[in-house]
């Protein structure tokens, strides 16, 4: 037991899939997920710090590196189901802050425990990493949607997925690192080849509304 444990289950990331329970051409793990969403924050945050403003490197990587790890205990919810309400989006919360103080206590020595209660928490809050990490997400999001609907996935689900992250997004149009993606990467994304108009008319619809 102990961190050898906390270790092991590193591995156990990645057998736990991304929207279970519907058909999808590709799988996503949560831990290819927590990697994606790191290598997407470190180019948003590049994109901050050139822009003039101050990042906080550690704090951004460790959010965006732990900002999943509870889906160990609770498994991945589908965001649409996540979302629906705040109250669900607060009892899902709760759930895993209390199974991830459990393991924490149950496997972490002492003087490490605080560092790790930390680490471990909600790391989309009110601060510039923060903000970052949320627009990290659901741009990965936005991407494991997309691929399936590029490939001509009949799961009315993956639209519902793309609408939500991309509205969650455009919520961070403040940043300059989201006007980079909206005018420089999201048109890339819309020029490849789409099995449907559908997508970049629901695209263009949320952008001249936001």
């Not at 399936?148 to 455009?170: D, M, V």
């Not at 994304?189 to 008319?201: A, F, G, I, R, T």
């Amino acid at each position: 037991m102990g961190v050898h444990h906390y270790f092991k289950s590193l591995s156990d990331l990645e057998k736990i899939y991304r929207c279970p329970g519907k058909f999808k051409y590709d799988e996503h793990s949560v831990a290819s997920h927590s990697f994606k969403v790191t290598k997407i924050a470190q180019f948003l945050g590049t994109v901050e710090e050139e822009r003039g403003r101050n990042v906080d490197w550690r704090r951004l990587y460790e959010k965006a590196l732990n900002h999943d790890y509870a889906e160990l205990f609770t498994g991945d919810i589908k965001t649409p189901v996540k979302y629906a309400s705040d109250e669900l989006n607060r009892l899902f919360n709760e759930v895993e802050q209390e199974m991830t103080q459990k393991f924490i206590q149950q496997e972490f020595p002492p003087e490490y425990q605080s560092m790790y209660v930390a680490r471990f928490q909600e790391g989309k809050d009110h601060t510039l990493e923060g903000k970052i990490l949320s627009v990290a997400d659901k741009i990965d999001l936005l991407y494991e949607s997309f691929g399936e609907i590029q490939k001509g996935n009949p799961e009315p689900l993956f639209l519902e997925i793309y609408q939500e992250a991309l509205r969650t997004i455009l919520k961070f149009n403040a940043l300059d690192c989201v006007q980079y993606f909206l005018e420089d990467i999201l048109p890339d994304m819309l020029n490849e080849k789409l099995p449907q108009e559908e997508l970049v008319s629901i695209t263009k619809e949320l952008l001249q509304n936001k």
